[in-house]
């Protein structure tokens, strides 16, 4: 459930680009988003809108060089994560911060036992006995579901089918209890049925810690069930934010009506599956105006030389809508024509 309190964290016109020989690579424009306490943030757009780079640069490992964080600021409890020194950077990451990856095969050690690598978190951090720590690890495979925890403690990561690494991977996070995880499309190279697994004890563990969650997704479909609120992403920006059930039922920004427009409904007789035309922008020459605007069904002369910022919405129809952002001149037209 989302709580009140001042946000966990907050990402204030983040900024962040790639230099090469080949030019800047905009990759981060401006990013908005904030995440309490208990409450679940779906970060969604298409390949390449700069999901991934956001993340790295929230938790200082972008690659860098190329990538420098040029605006902006990350607010972990109200202090700049930015405009700390590395020794206070590194204690918050993984300490207070942790993040999951896709691919559990590459993030894991293939040398050495999952035990030992879970176990190292507790002998590092906490200084605990090699003992105490496999206890540790054992107990932490438990609250994954892993089965036979005990038994399997000393295996390598290959001995382990793809949903349970990824299992793996959750304990990993957890183990020192953050206040926060960024999934980084946690559940994309899984089944889609050990997907939702994986996804409702992802979702689980989070309220039981009352941790944050940030999940990082190209699929509208995973994020539906588990998510309090979205922000969609485009071209590096964050066109639109929305509590989950309002952003299906009635999207503010034209990009999001086309994400959910491509994705097939039951719930629907005709199943429109139209993709968005076009391809994202190359984003070393974002066009001028609304980035959208040149797959944009619906654009106008203004889309084209404005770029709109990405702005609360006020009430329509007498109606409040709390919680709600858009990045379109034309939100409201957007919202009444549903
Ligand atoms: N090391 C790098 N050097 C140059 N450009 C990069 C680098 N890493 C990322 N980029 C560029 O930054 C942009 C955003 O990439 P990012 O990985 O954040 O996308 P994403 O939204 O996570 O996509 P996906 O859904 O495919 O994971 C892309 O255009 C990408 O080419
Ligand atoms: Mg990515």
Redesign the pocket.
């Known amino acids: 459930m989302p709580t009140d309190e001042q946000p966990l964290l907050e990402v204030r016109d983040l900024h ?1 680009e ?1 230099r ?1 020989r080949d030019g800047v ?1 905009n ?2 424009n401006g990013v908005n988003y904030e995440v309490a306490a208990g409450e679940t943030l779906a970060v969604l ?12 640069a929230i938790m200082g490992i972008l ?1 860098s060089p ?2 420098f964080v040029t605006g902006g600021q990350v607010l972990f409890r109200g202090r700049d994560m930015l405009t700390l020194s590395n020794e206070e950077r590194r204690r918050i990451r993984g300490r207070k911060i942790a993040m999951i990856f ?1 691919d559990a095969l590459s993030a894991l050690n293939p040398v050495l036992t999952v035990g030992y690598q879970l176990g190292e978190m507790f002998r590092v951090h906490q200084g605990l006995s090699k003992k105490a720590a496999t206890a540790k690890a054992v107990e932490l495979m438990d609250r994954v579901r892993i089965p036979a925890a005990r038994q399997r403690v000393g295996d390598y990561p290959h001995q382990f089918s793809g949903g349970m690494r990824q299992r793996i991977m959750i304990a990993m996070a957890l183990a020192l209890e953050p206040d926060l995880i960024i999934a ?2 946690p559940t994309t190279a899984l089944d889609v049925t050990v997907q939702a697994q994986v996804m409702d004890l992802l979702a689980e563990l989070q309220r039981e810690y009352n941790m944050g969650l940030i999940l ?3 699929d509208l479909g995973v994020v539906a069930d588990v998510a309090d609120k979205i922000a969609v ?1 485009y071209a ?1 920006r964050i066109v639109e934010t929305a509590p989950v059930g309002e952003l299906y039922r009635r999207p503010a920004h034209p990009y999001t009506r086309g994400l959910l427009d491509s994705i097939p409904r039951l719930d629907r007789r005709l199943r429109r599956l139209e993709a968005i035309r076009g391809l994202p922008p190359d ?1 070393r020459a974002v066009p001028l105006g609304c980035e959208f605007n040149p797959r944009c069904p619906r654009v106008r002369s203004r889309c084209r030389t404005d770029r709109p910022p990405l702005h609360q919405l006020s009430a329509v129809d007498g109606r409040e809508l709390p919680g709600r952002a858009s990045a379109c001149h034309y939100w409201k037209a957007e919202l009444t024509d549903a």
Request: charged share 15%; with cysteine.
């Open positions: 962040v790639f090469s690579v990759a981060v757009g298409e390949s390449g809108c700069g999901k991934s780079v956001t993340a790295q690659d190329p990538g896709q980084d499309e990082i997704t190209h992403m590096g984003l």
